[in-house]
């Protein structure tokens, strides 16, 4: 079965840190560019970063700086360390692969919140 499983969220104060991982299983994600995206309560999805197969990346304005998106090839995982955390940034976490042109399939994982308290 293909999938795409996030963990590594959590409740941290304001200026705290966290980093989101997101595993394959059931395909190789080596040749995969993959996304993060994120959905607070009562809003729409937004992109929050991408990470093309070369390991290029981009970054919504309002976390770049603050947020760092990688891939380790051999764990098959993409991560998303998030350093100075705002309230702003509370949202449920998810990551997708980039198909059909960025990878052979698009699929979605199941999410994983983070909350951040003031």
């Known amino acids: 079965q293909l999938q795409l499983v996030e963990s590594g969220g959590g409740s941290v104060q304001a200026g705290g840190s966290l980093r989101l991982s997101c595993t394959a299983r059931?395909?190789?994600?080596?040749?995969?560019?993959m996304a993060w995206y994120r959905q607070a309560a009562r809003k729409q999805r937004e992109w929050v970063s991408s990470i093309s197969a070369d390991g290029s990346t981009n970054y919504a304005d309002s976390v770049k700086g603050r947020f760092t998106i990688s891939k380790d090839k051999d764990k098959n995982t993409m991560y998303l360390q998030m350093n100075g955390l705002k309230p702003e940034d509370t949202a449920m976490y998810s990551c997708?692969?980039?198909?059909?042109?960025?990878?052979?399939?698009?699929?979605w994982g199941q999410g994983t919140q983070v909350t951040v308290s003031s």
């Open positions: 059931g395909f190789n994600s080596r040749g995969c560019g």
């Open positions: 997708k692969t980039l198909g059909p042109y960025a990878c052979r399939y698009t699929l």
